[in-house]
């Protein structure tokens, strides 16, 4: 094997295979392989899957077939503790692959990140050893400094010096312009032991990894300094400074616009990612949102540039605003809404609460009616999501939990965070160019689960919209979009509505469907006039509904609003088989005759 080094500062990796197999170990090499990353050594012993799996690439397979007719890869010898073993290969010798995910497939037989796939023994990804790749053009970042250590570092001297700063008091002096994350985990740990946690540490990583790699030069920077929002451009490359106390010995320049923004008017994706507890954010998300607060925009474009060398600035076209479309005579004929009024006070409710919930009696038409609203305000049902909630619902069946997951190309089974509806719909709406487009999921049955188990801190953010939470099990900080809306329907009749507490009502606004007022009351009446049928169901219907004390176990119009009713014999079916038996548990234990009581030859006698 041709000799190269080792990579300076990096550590031996591992992969450990399926069902306890084996592992094989590796290490980084000076080198680069022919697609611009380094070279990657798998070590003598290493133990390889024999089987290749569809998904792996012709390279791969030739590179595994060569290895084994030249000997490097032999049968791996039985284990006699164990009755059933995968195939496995071992190496005779140290083999050099093109790249560490070149190194992952050979031993995985899949195609895999090798970044990723390969692991420190404390469990860290090769990926904090290499070198910042590809980003962005123009990234925007927070970066907070109202109160180091009790000093608000942007009032006294971001602002009037024009630069903005980490504070690094027992940091070494970096010699590196780029370092990796796995160096300035050696430099963290090293100087911050006993002065700060392993939470704190870790933190601390990931913003001096941003701050010194990701951040560059023409850059959009923000602070927040005595309830305003300073925007400006990063204009200077890293550098470390002695700093009083050691408050701002990590510094970049910056330019900052004379301007500022009270928090209060920003918009609230702003607003929501400002909420995140970091001292240094991403805010590249709300790119756009902070070039509208100033009007203008950075050229990414080389030629853009003028003769200072400097990119000129344009205007920033209007940003499309959130909205939901005016109420129309066709949707009311549509929904055969009586009062045109009550549609448009639906759509006002949506867009001051962001969250409603329809109740009444079963058979008002409060899931039909809320997905014929959210299809007509979000713009088509591809903006749409259904779940229905039910007694062993929980929070990672709605949002995020770890599940059993079957990898399609090994076929192993294993638990793996799971987005839910209510998480893919939120990834959905806040995808760029979806902003101003509104989506919406419709909860139905919403009061038959345990909703603070469901909810958990999602509560928070549904009262909140402008803030953002720690997620329980990813760790992201999250916020709901403020185009995400929220729809639940409440059968009034069933004896879990016990279960809506007053945080559940304080969040959401409540709308009554009842048979007994607009737009329900008349709404089979006015069916049946378009749809040409006999009158005699809607004048039965509100007879019954006359004879039942409790509003809450009214009769809706549903039930006869289909077409199996209108045929011979299908009016005393329907109420034989879907409407007595309800009335029938209403009573239960009162010993009232029903059919005697809202039998349909007792209601027809009654209007005689």
Known sequence: MPQFDRLPGTPEFRIELPKDSGEARGHLLTEFGGNGTHKFCLRKGSTVTAEAWPGLGDHARRFRAELRAGGSLVDAPADPNR????????????????????AAALVLGYDASGPESWRTVEGHPLADYLSTSWRAPRKAWLVRGSNVSGRNLVRQLWLSEGFVSLAGAHLPPLKETDPTKSALRRFVEEGYEGAASYNQKRGLVDELHAFLTQMRVGDTV????????????ITGDAVQTASPGGLSNVRRSASWQAGSHAYEELPEEVQQKLSVQHDVVDLTGVLDALDGLTGRAERTDPAAADGTGEHSAVERPTQRELSLPDVTGALAAELL??????????????????QLVLYGPPGTGKTYLAMKLAEYFGGGPEQVKIVQFHPSYAYEDFFEGFRPVEDPETR???F???????????????????RHVPHFLIIDEINRANLAKVFGELYFLLEYRTRSVRLTYSG??????????????????????????????????????????????????RWLEREGGDPEPAR????????????????????????GVHRDGGLERTWRTKILPLLEEHHYGEGLDITARYGLDALREQRR
Request: aromatic share 6%; charged share 25%.
């Open 83 to 102: 009755t059933q073993t995968p195939p496995r290969w071992v190496t005779t010798r140290d083999t050099v692959c093109n790249s560490p995910s070149a």
């Open 222 to 233: 923000a602070t927040i300094g005595d309830g305003r929002l300073h925007v400006g451009r």
């Open 337 to 354: 809404v009586h009062d045109r009024a009550w549609l448009e006070e639906i759509r006002e409710l949506l867009l001051d609460e962001r």
């Open 412 to 414: 192993e089974v294993a």
């Open 416 to 434: 793996r965070l799971t987005a839910g509806p209510l998480r893919e719909l939120a990834d959905l709406a806040s995808r760029e160019g979806n």
């Open 476 to 525: 992201d900080d999250f916020a709901l979009p403020p185009n995400l809306f929220v729809i639940g329907t409440m059968n009034t009749a069933d004896r879990s509505i016990a279960l809506v507490d007053a945080a559940m009502r304080r969040r959401f606004a409540f709308v009554e469907l009842s048979p007994r007022t607009e737009p329900t009351a008349g709404l089979l009446a």
């Open 540 to 563: 039965l219907l509100d007879a019954l509904n006359s004879r039942i004390d409790e509003a809450d176990f009214a009769i809706g119009p549903s039930y006869l609003m289909k077409p």
